[in-house]
Antibody, heavy 119, light 111 residues
Framework: QVQLQQSGPGLVKPSQTLSLTCAVS??????????WNWIRRSPSRGLEWLGR?????????DYAASVKSRITINPDTSKNQFSLQLKSVTPEDTAVYFC?????????WGQGTLVTVSS | QSMLTQSPSASGTPGQRVSISCSGS????????VYWYHQQLPGTAPKLLI????QRPSGVPDRFSGSKSGTSASLAISGLRSEDEADYYC???????????FGGGTKLTVL
């Protein structure tokens, strides 16, 4: 049973960087069959996939076009976790953020973190 | 703007059958499986209802069924219950974008 546990601040000031971490148990972030995703849900945009990182003999990333210039997703193999950094946030980035594991589909999800962008 | 198109709302009375549609394009639904999720509370994780367009995970009642034709898909719920009231999302991998794309969500109300 794969479990994903999210952590990170719930309040970020405009123009600063949003940072969240997703700790993985029951699988390895270095798995050659899984990918590790970040998704958010907001009232205005619904569910929005942000990006993923995955290992296939080397590390790869895919990012959504809407956030590509501002996003970084990094694995931390020493702690078996992965992180999301979203730079230069605005109130439009206020959302519930989820991490999720995918093989053929987005199957295992974290509990969600409400992140509010406000001064 | 979502890459997959869903009607924003649907409704039915207990016992009825409702259908939720999802429209995409050749690069997503046309070439890949469709997945359906529901989210009963906005802050909770979406739950997988249908995978590979028409398969149900264990534990999902057979009242839920999925189908796909061309660049469209649908989720049908028969024997509607009050606990089915939730937001329903379709999802598919998009080959052109190299990204997961979602529908905008359909809010199902059980009258």
């Amino acid at each position: 049973q794969v479990q994903l546990q999210q952590s990170g601040p719930g309040l970020v000031k405009p123009s600063q960087t949003l940072s969240l971490t997703c700790a993985v148990s029951g699988d390895s972030v270095s798995s050659k069959s899984a990918a590790w995703n970040w998704i958010r849900r907001s009232p205005s945009r619904g569910l929005e996939w942000l990006g993923r990182t995955y290992y296939r003999s080397k590390w790869f990333n895919d990012y959504a076009a809407s956030v590509k210039s501002r996003i970084t997703i990094n694995p931390d193999t020493s702690k078996n976790q992965f992180s999301l950094q979203l730079k230069s946030v605005t109130p439009e980035d206020t959302a519930v953020y989820f991490c999720a594991r995918s093989e053929q589909w987005l199957g295992d999800w974290g509990q969600g973190t409400l992140v509010t962008v406000s001064s | 703007q979502s890459m997959l198109t869903q009607s924003p709302s649907a409704s039915g009375t207990p016992g009825q059958r409702v259908s939720i549609s999802c429209s995409g394009s050749a690069s997503n639904i046309g070439n890949n499986y469709v997945y359906w999720y529901h989210q009963q509370l906005p802050g909770t994780a979406p739950k997988l209802l249908i995978y590979k367009s028409s398969q149900r995970p264990s534990g999902v009642p057979d009242r839920f069924s999925g189908s796909k034709s061309g660049t469209s898909a649908s989720l049908a719920i028969s024997g509607l219950r009050s606990e089915d009231e939730a937001d329903y999302y379709c999802a598919a991998w998009d080959d052109s974008l190299s990204a997961w794309v979602f529908g905008g969500g359909t809010k199902l109300t059980v009258l």
